[in-house]
């Protein structure tokens, strides 16, 4: 089918959508999911760029957040052109245009997003989903090797990238895993190890500046959006995207994400959630987050256990080495005297405070910042191992240290909000010493945190069992 045919839909709905826009004679960011030719619009553009991703054999849970990307990047351009259209529904004398002048005003628009943008995005969307699949399937015991497509269509700062080898938890693939520009062609594919010599790691990086700068007119870099990687982000289009950036784009993307936001009414019928509710919340949590669960949320469970505040546990077959069944929660109601904190009962009664719309206590916020210490567990990709003393402390150092930077989003999604990050940063229950210790390692090193968080992140999920090597060599990397 020609690319032509493919946006046919689109055309269509995007005809309806600028007609219903001269109708109102105007355009605010909440009407997008209230109008149904936006609406539908938005579904059109989704189902376009999710053509472009079926041919590719991704996991379940990497594939759902890829399609939840391009549903909210099918939002946000769909807001950008209705954003733009409007402010040419008036004439100068600020009366409205008659319809047959406004569609000849906006026929440039129309054709920009979807036809021309359009194509190029839906271009981008199969080579992203192409990489996020590659990186799905990436072993440590192989490296990488960046390759272009070798002909004379191949932009000069992708041929410099041609034939870098580097091994696949090196630095450079967080930055300019391909692809790295609208039409990019190229790939990164796994290679034995030894069977190429490894490339310089800084010169590569350079390199990959390079080929993803272009200052325009404005002195912004053009380019440096493309600096991510869809596997790692699980990301179909670029976080940084110029859609982003179009005024009330927050907006949209608040109002899109509530599709996958758990409304706790529905669940809690009384003033405080029974154990029942409470699992019920969890379970359909691990329902719209798959990502969260490498084989899914098999229980939820509350015990009365001294020796932990929650827990994460999944059972393996010593003889294949092989996880058997998904994971199981477990939140104790034990009251630890010496804070006064009490696991079960706190999240219980974040929960009914997140419900009722009104501000979680501290301890209340840090019962959700520790579950998701351990959903973090339940998200990573390591096989089982047995860790030393030394590599258990670095695995959960970071795992904690990680927990905290990145648990807001967690509260999000049941719709609450983190008030109190800053304090659970220094005072947190968990891995105390561990944290400020780690924390002031940093901070002399002048290290920001969040960097290092971002950074880090990617590793514990792949394997942690080296986390404690990955620490080391950014520590020494990127120390001031």
Request: aromatic share 12%.
């Given at each position: ?161 041609h034939n870098v080898t580097l091994a696949a938890d090196d630095v450079f693939w967080i930055y300019y895993y391909p692809p790295n520009g609208w039409r990019c062609r190229c790939l990164a594919i796994m290679v034995r190890k030894g069977k190429f010599d490894v490339s310089d790691s800084k010169k590569s990086i350079a390199n990959g500046e390079k080929a993803t700068s272009q200052i325009g007119k404005d002195g912004k870099n053009k380019l440096a959006i493309f600096r991510f990687n869809p596997g790692l982000t699980k990301k179909i289009f670029p976080p940084e995207h110029p859609y982003t950036k179009v005024k009330g784009a927050k907006a949209v993307v608040k109002e899109l994400k509530k599709e996958n936001t758990i409304d706790l009414a529905d669940f809690i019928k009384g003033e405080d959630p029974t154990n029942n509710e409470m ?202």
């Open positions: 089918m020609a690319i032509e045919n493919k946006f046919k839909g689109v055309l269509k709905t995007v005809e309806k959508a600028f007609k219903k826009l001269h109708q109102n004679g105007k355009y605010t960011p909440e009407d997008l999911l209230k109008t149904k030719e936006y609406k539908n619009l938005i579904k059109e553009t989704s189902s376009v760029f999710e053509s472009a991703i079926l041919d590719n054999d991704i996991p379940e849970a990497m594939l759902k957040s890829l399609k939840e990307d391009i549903f909210i990047f099918s939002g946000l351009k769909t807001h950008a052109q209705l954003f733009e259209a409007s402010s040419l529904l008036l004439t100068d004398e600020n009366k409205k245009k008659s319809f047959s002048q406004f569609s000849k005003d906006v026929s440039k628009i129309k054709e920009n997003y979807n036809q021309n943008y359009l194509e190029a995005e839906w271009q981008f969307a199969g080579s992203s989903a192409q990489s996020a699949a590659n990186w799905a399937d990436v072993s440590s015991d192989y490296d990488l090797q960046y390759r272009t497509a070798s002909d004379d269509k191949v932009r000069d700062s992708h041929a410099i990238l699992k019920a919340i969890l379970l359909k949590y691990a329902d719209i987050s798959p990502e969260d669960f490498r084989r899914g949320l098999d229980d939820v469970k509350f015990l009365k256990s001294t020796s932990y505040m929650m827990q994460h546990a999944m059972y393996h077959n010593r003889n294949s080495g092989e996880w058997v069944g998904g994971s199981i929660i477990t939140l104790s109601s034990h009251e630890f005297s010496s804070i006064k904190f009490n696991p079960l009962e706190e999240f219980r009664g974040g929960l009914a405070a997140i419900k009722s719309g009104k501000k979680m206590t501290f301890n209340q916020e840090y019962s959700f910042e520790s579950l998701w210490h351990e959903i973090l567990h339940a998200k990573t990709k390591t096989p089982p191992k047995k860790l030393s003393t030394i590599g258990t402390k670095n695995m959960e150092t970071v795992n904690q240290f990680v927990a905290r930077h990145t648990y807001p989003d967690f509260i999000k999604k049941l719709g609450g909000e983190a008030i109190h990050q800053k304090e659970i940063l220094e005072n947190g229950y968990g891995y105390k010493s561990w944290i400020t210790d780690f924390r002031a390692n940093l901070k002399n090193r002048k290290i920001d945190e969040k960097k290092a968080a971002k950074h880090l992140m990617p590793f514990l999920m792949e394997d942690y069992s080296t986390i404690g090597s990955k620490v080391t060599k950014y520590l020494n990397e990127n120390t001031k």
